[in-house]
T-cell receptor, first 112, second 111 residues
């Protein structure tokens, strides 16, 4: 069974801090990884994608990928209360047709 | 609008009735996906379309579920003889390259 695992949280961080969200996956053949943000009652929104080992930065977000350890992470710098949401990690386990397998999500709470 | 649209946004039905859920993908996106999300659960893959063909329908839970896509655009997910365990949010997504872009979903409640 191909899986994507995340800690369900909640992860509570103070405003202005760095939030670190982690994800592991079971299939070494996975090539593409994604982070989605889902506000309560809303649909998932794509915020980051990463395909190569290392870091990828976009504004306050940094995605990190380590294929040897089968580990993906998302760092959110200068966390804001508006970042409070569930963050879903997803891996393309289909070999290229975007059949994404999602983790159960980590709930992030940023408190003032 | 430029995004994926779905209708209806909410559907309440009685057990045993059939329902149809509609998805209109982003223009130019050839790939279309259906997922569902039950209360407090993760996203569960249902079916993938490339054009009008469905090369991967491995996630459909039973033969009560079917889907079609016409003209390489609009897709309809049909659930026959609905059961209470079918209650969930049904999400449609489309893609042109990598990553999925989701619609707002249809919340299905089976009484």
């Amino acid at each position: 069974q191909k899986e994507v695992e995340q800690n369900s949280g909640p992860l509570s961080v103070p405003e202005g801090a760095i939030a670190s969200l982690n994800c592991t996956y079971s299939d070494r053949g996975s090539q593409s990884f994604f982070w989605y943000r889902q506000y309560s009652g809303k649909s998932p929104e794509l915020i980051m994608s990463i395909y190569s080992n290392g870091d990828k930065e976009d504004g306050r977000f940094t995605a990190q990928l380590n294929k040897a350890s089968q580990y993906v992470s998302l760092l959110i710098r200068d966390s804001q209360p508006s970042d409070s949401a569930t963050y879903l990690c997803a891996a393309d386990l289909s070999g290229g047709y975007n059949k994404l397998i999602f983790g159960a999500g980590t709930r992030l709470a940023v408190h003032p | 609008g430029a995004g994926v649209s779905q209708s209806p946004s909410n559907k309440v039905t009685e057990k045993g009735k059939d329902v149809e859920l509609r998805c209109d993908p982003i223009s130019g996106h050839t790939a279309l996906y259906w997922y569902r999300q039950s209360l407090g659960q993760g996203l569960e893959f249902l079916i993938y379309f490339q054009g009008n063909s469905a090369p991967d329908k491995s996630g459909l839970p039973s033969d009560r579920f079917s889907a079609e896509r016409t003209g390489g655009s609009v897709s309809t997910l049909t659930i026959q003889r609905t059961q209470q365990e079918d209650s969930a949010v049904y999400l449609c997504a489309s893609s042109r390259d990598r990553g999925l872009f989701f619609g707002p979903g249809t919340r299905l409640t089976v009484l």
